[in-house]
C-alpha cells in the first residue's frame, strides 16, 4: 500500500502547554517518562505521515501541525532501528524536559553520544536550561557548543541507518505548523556532522 505522505485530518492532536516552572520539576522522574510516553505515542504522527522509516537514500518532505517535534524523532528512531550509536543536535532553543528525557534515554543506554550545538543566547533567555547543559556536560557523555545558531538539524546514527531531521522545529515544546525533511543517508549525514562540528564557530558564553 503506498504510504500517506500528508493527511491534516489523521495527524490532529491536542496541543499540550508544558509547565517548566522549577516547582513542576521537583518530580522530574514522573514528569519525563510521562513526556517519554507521549512522544511514544505521538510516533504514530510519524507513522502515518510516511508509513516506513526512510531507506537508503530516500528522503520524506513532511509538515505537521502540533503533532509531534524535533524530539519525537529520537524514540521513532529508537523504535524502528533500536538503540542511537551517536546523536548530533543543531538547534536555538531546547527544553529543560528534553534535556531530561535524553538523559533518561542515556542513562537507559538507548543513546550513546551525544552532541549539542545550540545558540549561545541560551544563557541570558533560559538560564536554567543553560545551567542543565553544563551539568550534563560533566556527568553524561554529552558535549556541546554555543555559537551564534539558528539552525534546526538533527543527525540521527543507529547500527544501520544514518537519519537525517532538518526542518522549522526547535527543540522545543512549542510546535506549532512545522514543516521536515527526513532522510537516510550516510554521505550527507557526514556532511552535516562536519559542518555542525567543525564550520561552525563557538564562543565564549
Known sequence: MKPKFFNIAEIQDTEIIEDESPTSLVKSGIHVQQFLQLHEYRINSIKDLIGQKPTENQVY???????????????????????????????YSIST?????????????????????IS???????????????????????????????????????????????GSGNWGENAQHEQ???????SVF????????????PRTV
Open 180 to 186: 521536515y525533511v527526513f532522510l537516510n543517508s550516510k
Open 97 to 117: 524536559r528534553i534535556i531530561e528525557a535524553l538523559i533518561k534515554l542515556i542513562d537507559k543506554g538507548l543513546v550513546l553520544s551525544v552532541h549539542i550545538t
Open 61 to 91: 518532505f513532511l509538515w505537521s501541525v502540533h503533532s509531534f517535534n524535533a524530539f519525537t524523532f529520537i524514540p521513532y528512531s529508537i523504535k524502528e532501528c533500536g538503540q542511537v550509536l551517536e546523536l548530533i543536535i543543531a538547534t
Open 190 to 201: 557526514e556532511f552535516r556532522k562536519n559542518e555542525i562540528l567543525n564550520a561552525i564557530k
Open 120 to 166: 549561545d543566547s541560551i544563557r541570558t533567555r533560559l538560564p536554567q536550561v543553560y545551567d542543565q547543559l553544563m551539568i550534563l556536560v560533566e556527568t553524561k557523555p554529552v558535549t556541546v557548543l554555543y555559537s551564534w545558531n539558528h539552525s534546526k538539524i538533527s543527525l540521527i546514527r543507529t547500527r544501520e541507518d544514518y537519519f537525517i531531521v532538518e
